[in-house]
């Protein structure tokens, strides 16, 4: 398997969200912070994060006067998201999985950078 087209694993994550500047959290200032994981027993090894997804809307205006909406219940179009909780409070950020992928293997390929190692 390409590894640039393997799944991030919960470390590749953690690694990348804890070398960002760390923010407190704005609604009561607490700094410790989980990511959801996926523990189910199916669960893939290695640990991955407990993806979850934000489903894409469209909205329309009928002849009528009314607004209708549809929700696409699949995978596509959906926004896929890393999810961190404060662990005081349980407030929520989310974190778009593909940014964070593009990011960390970006940085990976450049560590890289005249060693080609099969790693
Ligand atoms: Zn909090």
Redesign the pocket.
Known sequence: MNPSQAPLTLQEIDDFLVGLDKRK?P????HHWGLHIDAAADAPTPQQPGLRSLPRIRLAHSDSGTLSGTIAMGTEGSLMVIVAE?Q????IYLFNYFAIMKKVRAMAAGKTDGNDSPN
């Open positions: 959290c609604w009561c200032d607490g404060c005081a409070c349980g407030y």
